[in-house]
């Protein structure tokens, strides 16, 4: 699969890359997909939720009432999860919710995804560029020179790239990745994928 190279301002570059069937072009695998993104969203839950049980509300012990001869049911302190203010039954606890995957399921599943992308022609590929420093409105201008502004997108650089990280930031539906942390998520919920050249050749060293 041969697909152009842009530069940062939407113009063809006369060069293409051959991207490699076994990452661009596999069958997709929507179950491996399926367990990634699902894996994924597990692992950002905090698990910090909780709820008082009958131990931890505040209030007395005393029975409130006799046990006999009152008419209505037995009751002991005050605390019990029948009142109003008492403890909660089974209440949530804090737990970690993350879970493990295998490495060549999520391989898989991101090949998939990138297959998915490049399929339904949601795949660019631009040249690699950098800022001198951080420019939130130089990285807008790229985005509309690519008519993109405003669509959800996600960039993929080759390495960690700083300067180009904190001009997306503020720019709402943008979001900038590294090939090395790139994961079946970000994928999936960009409406756009654009691949430096950079990302490309460390994409080829990652999943091959």
């Known amino acids: ?32 997909i399926y367990l990634d993104v699902k894996q994924h969203l597990a692992n950002r839950r905090q698990g910090t939720h909780k709820a008082k049980e009958r131990g931890e509300v505040a209030g ?9 001869g009152t008419g209505t049911a037995r009751a002991g302190d005050i605390k019990s999860p029948i009142f109003r203010g008492g403890g909660r039954i089974f209440g949530p606890r804090p737990r970690s919710y993350s879970s493990k995957l295998n490495k060549k399921v999520k391989s898989l599943a ?33 985005m509309s020179s ?7 997108t996600l ?3 080759g390495d960690t790239d700083k ?22 998520y970000e ?5 756009t994928l654009i691949l430096s050249e950079g990302a490309v050749e460390k994409l080829k060293t990652i999943l091959a």
């Open 60 to 68: 007395s012990r005393r029975k409130i009432k006799k046990q006999k």
């Open 187 to 191: 994928i999936m919920h960009a409406n």
């Open 110 to 142: 991101r090949r998939s995804a990138l297959s998915v992308k490049a399929g339904a022609g949601n795949l660019m590929i631009i040249e690699d560029f950098t800022f001198d420093a951080p420019k939130t409105k130089e990285f807008a201008g790229i």
């Open 146 to 152: 690519l008519d993109l502004k405003g669509k959800k």
């Open 155 to 157: 960039l993929v650089t």
């Open 163 to 184: 300067a180009v990280y904190l001009s997306s930031r503020n720019l709402k539906n943008t979001e900038v990745a590294s090939s090395n942390s790139l994961c079946t």
């Open 1 to 32: 699969m041969k697909i152009d190279v842009v530069d940062i301002k939407g113009n063809k570059t006369g060069r293409s890359l051959d991207l490699p069937d076994e990452i661009f072009a596999v069958e997709a695998n929507e179950h491996a």
